[in-house]
């Protein structure tokens, strides 16, 4: 299996690991049939993203498509962050195995579960932020 230099770069030098003392938001999505598990925590400050790092339990893969959203969804809007996709993770990393396109599903979910429990928490939740999570909820049982 060939990785691009950047999904090594990720995972050997992963962006944004850790936890969010006090994080405004987080959300944990797993993959029952590759066992990854990953966490993201949101600091967001005037709806903008602040700050925000995440823990994978997983592949080398999970690990670099969690680093590369994380990396792409900072300093954006949460609505920014909610147009995230697993096909811009995987093309900002110079694609991904088609075995592993899954990982950056997850990585997508991952961002866009803490997102949703933001809104949820600070009573944001719109008819159409509500429209945005309907795929995850989709997309999470057909894994």
């Known amino acids: 299996m060939q990785y691009s230099d950047k999904v090594m770069d990720h995972f050997m030098h992963p ?3 850790g936890e969010i003392e006090n994080a405004d938001a987080s959300g944990t999505v797993g993959n029952a049939k590759c066992g990854d598990i990953m966490k993201v925590d949101l600091k967001i400050e ?27 969804v900072m300093g954006k809007t949460v609505d920014e962050a909610l147009k995230l996709t ?4 995987a093309e ?4 991904l195995p ?7 599903m997850l ?3 991952a961002v866009k579960s803490s997102l949703k429990n ?10 159409e932020r509500e429209e945005m ?10 894994h």
């Open 15 to 17: 962006r944004n690991v």
């Open 46 to 72: 005037d709806n903008v993203i602040v700050d925000i790092k995440f823990k994978t339990f997983g592949c080398g893969s999970a690990i670099a498509t969690s680093s590369m959203a994380t990396e792409m």
């Open 86 to 89: 697993n096909k811009a993770v």
């Open 92 to 95: 900002a990393l110079d694609g």
């Open 98 to 104: 088609a075995i592993k396109m899954h990982c950056s």
């Open 107 to 109: 990585a997508e979910q």
């Open 118 to 127: 933001y809104f949820e928490k600070t009573g944001q939740m719109t008819p």
């Open 133 to 142: 999570f309907k795929s995850l909820d989709e997309d999470a049982h057909d």
